[in-house]
């Protein structure tokens, strides 16, 4: 084996991408030590975001701010450029870790998040890739786009920072100014989930109780987001009420869309199109990625899904080793799965994975590289030569 990628999501609970590319690398280079190995760990937008293109692309660097926290207090915060594009990830400003004890989805902000957006393109950011996840709030961005400048005006004229418990005040908006300040700026919000705005299936009901919501507040909330639908609708000509994600992150998919003119993409489409997927795999023998559980969920185009799916056409292997597979596995190798090893099948809870997870993936890599790799690569050279 010559050349080979590595590009891992983290195992939820148990090792961080950067933990499981390290531990595969270790593996492959005790039996293959010629072998070049590209290693581009994977996140989902939420904690560690940042870090992860920074270590995947081996460039740019981390800009330390300060910002307003989750309830508007001073907080240090920061952000990557890697060239003219700045990486930000909400839960560094608005992240559900940063209110232990105090969680209250009707009072947190992403004010700070729109900070971190704005030092970035005042220090020549052209494109902004913002990620969705890990986040305190449920103002669905609002705190984000008045840091950016847009107005939010009561029905007496009255302008204020909305958040969560206050959406249904609003009776205008105006975003001339955040318009303003974001021409000719891309902007993509990495978005790993469907759901919408509000209802049962959307940003109070779901992920309300995970940030402190009780059964009363998540109505509250769900009213206010359906109450702020109407309003974005009004003032801006805008319907988020359909937008796939707009649940996102407390509405921030909304927020995002509305707001930002964002485009919401899975998150691994927006690391693969960074790192120029295509061109880096043209020359790999093999292709090594892994998520803590490969199930029917994963078929949504999360890492594992997502990384087969662009390098099926290309006829590369693609090797998946996961915590524990539950999946239809046809459908997993029709998306582009050439093989799928499971790490902690035998494990029976979270606590004993925590305490095994490294040496379970240690010993199946080492297996994988020991008794199926020269297969795979003769088996996809005689493929390639027939053809």
């Known amino acids: 084996m010559k050349r080979c990628l590595l590009i891992p999501d983290s195992f939820k609970g148990t090792m961080s991408a950067s933990e499981v590319c390290e531990i595969m690398k270790q593996s492959i280079l005790a ?43 001073d907080i240090s915060s920061f952000y990557g450029i890697i060239g003219n594009v700045g990486i930000i990830e909400m839960a560094a400003s608005a992240g559900v870790s940063m209110v232990n004890g105090k969680m209250d989805p009707e009072r947190t902000s992403t004010f700070g998040v729109g900070e971190l957006i704005n030092d970035a393109i005042q220090r020549g950011c052209r494109k902004i890739i913002l990620g969705l996840g890990g986040s305190c709030t449920n103002d669905a961005g609002a705190g984000m786009a008045a840091a950016l400048g847009t107005k ?21 908006i105006d975003i001339t100014e955040t318009r303003e300040k974001l021409k000719g700026v891309e902007i993509e919000a990495m978005c790993d989930i469907d759901n919408p705005l509000y209802g049962q299936n959307g940003a109070a009901y779901v992920f309300g109780p995970q ?38 992150a407390g509405g921030m998919g909304a927020g995002a869309y509305a707001f930002l003119g964002a485009s919401l993409k899975r998150g691994i489409d927006v690391v693969l199109d960074m790192i120029h997927f295509e061109d880096i795999i043209s020359s790999c023998d093999c292709i090594f990625t892994g998520e803590g559980k490969l199930d029917a969920q994963s078929m949504s185009g999360k890492a594992v899904i997502g990384i087969s799916r662009r390098a099926k056409p290309h006829q590369i292997p693609v090797i998946a080793v996961v915590g524990s597979f539950a999946g239809d596995k046809t459908a997993i190798q029709n998306a582009g799965v050439s093989f799928v090893f499971e790490t902690g099948a035998e494990r029976t809870s979270l606590e004993e994975a925590k305490i095994h997870c490294r040496d379970d993936l240690r010993r199946t890599m080492d297996l994988i590289c020991k008794d199926w790799i020269p297969n795979i690569i003769k088996a996809k050279d005689n493929k390639l030569e027939g053809e």
């Open 31 to 73: 039996r293959y030590p010629e072998c070049h190995i590209i290693s581009v760990p994977v996140a989902d937008g939420g904690e560690g975001t940042v870090d992860c293109f920074l270590e995947a692309l081996n460039r740019g660097n981390k800009v330390f701010i300060e910002t307003k926290g989750p309830f508007l207090e």
């Open 152 to 172: 939010f005006y009561d029905r007496y004229g009255i302008p204020f920072v909305p958040v969560g418990g206050n959406l249904s005040d609003v009776a205008k």
């Open 211 to 248: 940030k402190g919501a009780g059964p009363d507040v998540v109505k509250r909330l769900d009213d206010n987001l359906r109450y702020f639908c109407e309003t974005i609708r009004n003032s801006l000509g805008i319907d988020v009420s359909g937008i796939r994600g707009a649940g996102a």
